[in-house]
Structure formats: structure tokens, C-alpha cells
């Protein structure tokens, strides 16, 4: 069994739990008007729908993200890949470990400091991620299904001010 799938089932949904984001007769107070409140109740419902949408790949959104990264920037060095995910190094060799033990990542030596590795896209890594990333445009469709074109961008343009 792979690092990737020993892990005890880490979505709510997995584990038999629902999250409702606004549980009827429930008053959340101030909450109700806090920008952070609200994006974390839409990233759980997010992330759950994500986690389904790529569980043929064993894929969460982290492994995406350091995926998409590795295969759009040739021979990238893990501290950098730390660094541009805001995790720290250790979190980003478990993930690179995981992509590994998927096919989907290897470590190669780097050109210009021997004591580091650059890592790159396998074959099969290329294969999956074009379906992979099929499967999350498919699901950000979905997630975003309510907004028009215009709010969709408005949105993202929106959250891009608050970092």
C-alpha cells in the first residue's frame, strides 16, 4: 500500500460525517458576517467535492497544486516548491513522496548543486495530470455553477485582494 492511501480517511464524507455550512435553525451570530467564516465554510464544501471528483487518483488538492507546478516548471528544487505552496519543507517532501509512490514525480539530480534534486514529471505523471486536471476544471465548473461568468471572475478577483 502506498504512503498516499494508508492514511485513515481524512474527508468528513469517508468518515460518514456531512457538513451542512448553515445548519437550519442554528444562529451563528457574528459569524454570519465574517469575510474568513465564509470562505472556510465554502472551502469545506469545496475540498469535499474535490476529494470525490479526484479520488480515482488518490489526488488531494495539495498534490494538484504541487503536480501542476512540477509539470509547468522543468527541474524545480523542493524548497521551492515549499516555499511557492507556503509549507514547509518537510510538508512538501511528504508530498512529493506521495506523487512519487503515485508514478507520477521523480527526484532527479540538479544540474547545478548536486546536494539538492530537481524534480520532474514521468510519463505516466503527464498522462494523469492531463485528466486530472480535466476532472478539477470539471469541478470547479460545478462548484461554481451558480455564478455567472462575471461573478465567477469577480470572485476570484476579489479573493486575489485579500493576499
Do not use: C
Amino acid at each position: 500500500m502506498s504512503r498516499a492511501s494508508s492514511q485513515r480517511p481524512r474527508r468528513p464524507a469517508a468518515r460518514g460525517e456531512h457538513f451542512d455550512p448553515h445548519v437550519p435553525g442554528i444562529q451563528y451570530g457574528a459569524l454570519d458576517d465574517l469575510v474568513g467564516y465564509a470562505i472556510r465554510r465554502a472551502q469545506i464544501l469545496i475540498y469535499e467535492d474535490f476529494l470525490s471528483a479526484l479520488a480515482p487518483w488518490d489526488i488531494t488538492p495539495q498534490r494538484y497544486s504541487a503536480l501542476t507546478l512540477i509539470a509547468a516548471n522543468a527541474g524545480m528544487k523542493l524548497a521551492d516548491l515549499a516555499r511557492i505552496l507556503g509549507i514547509a519543507r518537510s510538508g512538501a517532501v511528504q508530498i512529493v513522496n506521495q506523487l512519487q509512490d503515485l508514478g507520477y514525480v521523480e527526484r532527479l539530480e540538479a544540474e547545478r548543486d548536486k546536494r539538492a534534486y530537481a524534480l520532474a514529471m514521468t510519463a505516466a505523471g503527464e498522462a494523469a495530470l492531463a485528466a486530472i486536471t480535466q476532472a478539477v476544471q470539471q469541478h470547479d465548473a460545478r462548484m461554481s455553477t451558480k455564478l455567472s461568468a462575471a461573478e465567477r471572475r469577480q470572485l476570484i478577483g476579489l479573493l486575489g485582494k485579500l493576499g
